[in-house]
């Protein structure tokens, strides 16, 4: 399949749109934002390592020569650095901010700058904290669309006890990425509930070949990397065609109020998207709430 004609057939112009993208430096935050320049939308690399930002600009560039690239630094495991990546988007009109930036299976002893365990902190109370700073921007309409990227395995990430995961370093990486990614999907529908005239919507890429177990914050063994990224290469989407979900997320019209997107294939684990909506869980929605706005004013 071509994915820029399929592409090209279903995603109007973006000319003269403003994307912002965490993560862009690479998997599918780099593909979606390929794909938004394809399109012709200003793009913001929301990113913590500049000198890959910059490659991946460079590359952009390439292909795309017109296109509009800005990088901002953004460390979401720094509350300093978000602090400082929301105060530059303030006052901005934005389309969509894309939060896609995540990790998988740290180790349990590391934590975030600000002492959170890192994969929590990271995909979870990283992400409520820049929307937490960006709290104008939501209520006065500057930014229109928020994406938040859940995943699958949210299903086993069902908890009563949000606190302890948030606080204490000590748990499962497999459960604790899981019960990140159940947290995002919470945050999404939070966000509905608090901003009702703000577009949101949730999507997963299923299963996609990225780098992060790669990445170096991935605890696994290195020969489990190796494998995983053949097993991944074999079965799974590629992050080109997983991008796509996030495409359509960031940039289609919706008509529910918590829309979602994701593979259709088998299990929804590949595939192209297939758009459907979630329910908002009030009550663990706003529990959750709650104990974060607790966590992030002490
Ligand atoms: N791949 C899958 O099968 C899969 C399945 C379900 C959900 N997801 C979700 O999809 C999203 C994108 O992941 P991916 O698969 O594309 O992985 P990836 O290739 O590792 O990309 C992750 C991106 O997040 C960035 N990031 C990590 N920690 C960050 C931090 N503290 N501050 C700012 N940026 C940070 C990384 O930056 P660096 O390059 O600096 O590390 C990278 O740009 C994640 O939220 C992930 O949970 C992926």
């Excluded at 938004?36 to 020569?65: H, I, Q, T, Y």
């Excluded at 990140?180 to 949101?200: D, F, G, I, Q, T």
């Amino acid at each position: 399949m071509k994915i820029f004609d399929y592409i090209d057939k279903r995603v109007p112009s973006l000319e003269g749109k403003t994307f912002v993208v965490t993560g862009a430096n690479s998997g599918i935050g780099l593909e979606v934002s390929r794909q938004l320049l394809f399109k012709g939308a200003n793009l913001v690399m929301a990113c913590r390592n500049l000198e890959k930002a910059n490659k991946v600009k460079d590359e952009f560039l390439k292909e795309c020569p017109k296109s509009h690239i800005e990088i901002l630094r953004y460390d979401q495991a720094s509350f300093s650095s978000i602090e400082e990546f929301a105060k530059t988007l303030e006052n901005r009109k934005i389309d969509c901010l894309i939060l896609n930036a995540g990790i998988y299976h740290s180790t349990n002893d590391l934590v975030t700058q600000d002492g959170y365990p890192l994969t929590i902190g990271t995909n979870y109370l990283g992400a409520y904290y820049l929307l937490e700073k960006l709290r104008n921007s939501l209520t006065n309409g500057n930014i229109k669309r928020v994406v938040v990227t859940y995943s699958l395995v949210n299903v086993f990430g069902k908890t009563k006890h949000y606190e302890k995961y948030l606080l204490y370093v000590k748990r499962k990486p497999n459960k604790t990425y899981n019960i990140s990614k159940r947290m995002n999907y919470h945050l999404a529908a939070n966000l509905k509930s608090e901003y009702p005239s703000l577009e949101v919507v949730l999507t997963h890429p299923g299963i996609a070949r990225t780098n992060i177990i790669k990445s170096d914050n991935c605890s696994f063994k290195w020969w489990f990397k190796v494998a995983g990224d053949r097993f991944l290469k074999t079965f799974a989407n590629s992050a080109k065609k997983s991008a796509i979900c996030t495409l359509f997320a960031a940039t289609l019209p919706f008509s529910k109020p918590l829309p979602v997107v994701y593979p259709r294939g088998i299990f929804h684990y590949i595939g192209l998207p297939k758009i459907s909506s979630r329910k908002v869980d009030k009550i663990k929605d706003e529990q959750l709430a709650l104990i974060s706005k607790k966590i992030i004013s002490n």
